[in-house]
């Protein structure tokens, strides 16, 4: 079964910094690429962040580029989001999602089929 | 304010047929393909239609979706209580700063 586990959120002050995890099992994390999406309380889903499974290309929104940084360790199964110089605006609950990737091997754009629980970041003095 | 603009809310009867609107730009819908999901209150989102028309697995065929030029468009037919959910439109942008991942506001459906 396809798991996908976020940790390390939580209460932190206007600039300060914080680190996600996401512990993934069930399946081949080396094989896939990833993403963290989030979710402001009562709002939209928002992309954060993309990662490719060797980690040769990275993307990140316009909102936090400069500020967030995305990296994956295959042997331990796991993605990360470094995030520096935290916001108010950054307030979300934070979600790994995996590429989806349909029978012929084809991976649409912006499509994720597996998602953890979110994390919930709560950034206020 | 989303890159993509959908209708906040949507609603109708059980065995209705509803509709859902996205509309984008040339730099996302009109030369990209869209997907749709399914939220769930207090759960993660869900993996309803990829690539404009396609169902994943285990996805009933009461959903569809259509896209044309720079909108796109869920259908959920045999409207069920079940479906009260939070849709959201999804697709790649080919964004001068760099390629990225637009979203929908999202539409609220309410089974009446």
């Known amino acids: 079964e396809v798991q996908l586990v976020e940790s390390g959120g939580g209460l932190v002050q206007p600039g300060g910094s914080l680190r996600l995890s996401c512990a993934a099992s069930g399946f081949t994390f080396s094989s896939y690429s990833m993403n963290w999406v989030r979710q402001a309380p009562g709002k939209g889903l928002e992309w954060v962040s993309y990662?490719?499974?060797?980690?040769?290309?990275?993307y990140y929104a316009d909102s936090v580029k400069g500020r967030f940084t995305i990296s994956r360790d295959n042997a331990k199964n796991s993605l990360y989001l470094q995030m520096n110089s935290l916001r108010d605006e950054d307030t979300a609950v934070y979600y790994c999602?995996?590429?989806?990737?349909?029978?012929?091997?084809?991976?649409?754009?912006?499509?994720?089929?597996?998602w953890g629980q979110g994390t919930l970041v709560t950034v206020s003095s | 304010q989303s890159v993509l603009t959908q209708p906040p809310s949507a609603s109708g009867t059980p065995g209705q047929r509803v509709t859902i609107s996205c509309s984008g730009s040339s730099s996302n819908i009109g030369s990209n393909t869209v997907n749709w999901y399914q939220q769930l209150p207090g759960t993660a989102p869900k993996l309803l239609i990829y690539?404009?028309?396609q169902r994943p697995s285990g996805v009933p065929d009461r959903f569809s979706g259509s896209k044309s030029g720079t909108s796109a468009s869920l259908a959920i037919s045999g409207l069920q209580s079940e479906d009260e959910a939070d849709y959201y439109c999804?697709?790649?942008?080919?964004?001068?700063?760099?390629?990225?991942?637009?979203f929908g506001g999202g539409t609220k459906l309410t089974v009446l």
């Open positions: 999602a995996r590429d989806y990737y349909d029978s012929s091997g084809y991976s649409p754009p912006g499509g994720f089929d597996y």
């Open positions: 990662i490719s499974s060797s980690s040769s290309t990275i």
């Open positions: 999804a697709a790649w942008d080919d964004s001068l700063n760099g390629p990225n991942v637009v």
């Open positions: 690539s404009n028309n």
